[in-house]
């Protein structure tokens, strides 16, 4: 019938291919993105010259931020493949990529409280970023 023939038309074609290419390479771009936005960003929150709500973090507490992705990415490395096996690939890159980007909106809010506060909530954001985007790979 004609309502088969037209659906299968774009499969036979392969711009279903050329469709899901896209959204792969585009989740890829976000991906990478999430993970170097604070990278970038921490030099201008916490320079107290040129910004009137500065963060009031220590050079120290500035670099286990950074590395605290790192901490996350590497714990769920292999077993973020097995989970992909058991959910599926594209649940479980969507689900990630919406906990990262959920975790990278919440990252102003908890940086202007308390140096105390914000530091080691910042650290936790930065660590399950860490753990959503290693199922990534």
Same mark, same amino acid.
Not at 12 to 24: F, I, K, N, T
Not at 65 to 90: C, D, H, N, S
């Given at each position: 019938?004609?309502?088969?023939?037209?659906?299968?038309?774009?499969?036979?074609?392969?711009?279903?291919?050329?469709?899901?290419?896209?959204?792969?390479?585009?989740?890829?771009?976000?991906?990478?993105?999430?993970?170097?936005?604070?990278?970038?960003?921490?030099?201008?929150? $916490?320079?107290?010259?040129?910004?009137?709500?500065?963060?009031?973090?220590?050079?120290?507490?500035?670099?286990?931020?950074?590395?605290?992705?790192?901490?996350?990415?590497?714990?769920?490395?292999?077993?973020?493949?097995?989970?992909?096996?058991?959910?599926? $690939?594209?649940?479980?890159?969507?689900?990630?990529?919406?906990?990262?980007?959920?975790?990278?909106?919440?990252?102003?809010?908890?940086?202007?409280?308390?140096?105390?506060?914000?530091?080691?909530?910042?650290?936790?954001?930065?660590?399950?970023?860490?753990?959503?985007?290693?199922?990534?790979?």
């Amino acid at each position: 019938s004609l309502s088969t023939l037209s659906s299968m038309l774009p499969t036979v074609l392969g711009l279903r291919r050329v469709h899901v290419a896209m959204l792969v390479f585009l989740g890829l771009v976000t991906n990478y993105m999430l993970r170097v936005n604070l990278n970038l960003t921490i030099e201008y929150m $916490t320079d107290e010259n040129n910004n009137d709500k500065y963060v009031k973090w220590t050079s120290n507490q500035q670099e286990d931020i950074k590395g605290a992705f790192f901490i996350g990415y590497l714990i769920l490395q292999v077993p973020g493949g097995r989970l992909a096996e058991m959910f599926g $690939t594209k649940r479980v890159f969507g689900y990630c990529m919406f906990v990262c980007a959920a975790m990278a909106a919440l990252t102003p809010v908890c940086s202007t409280l308390d140096p105390s506060v914000s530091f080691p909530m910042v650290y936790a954001l930065r660590v399950v970023q860490g753990l959503t985007q290693s199922v990534c790979f």
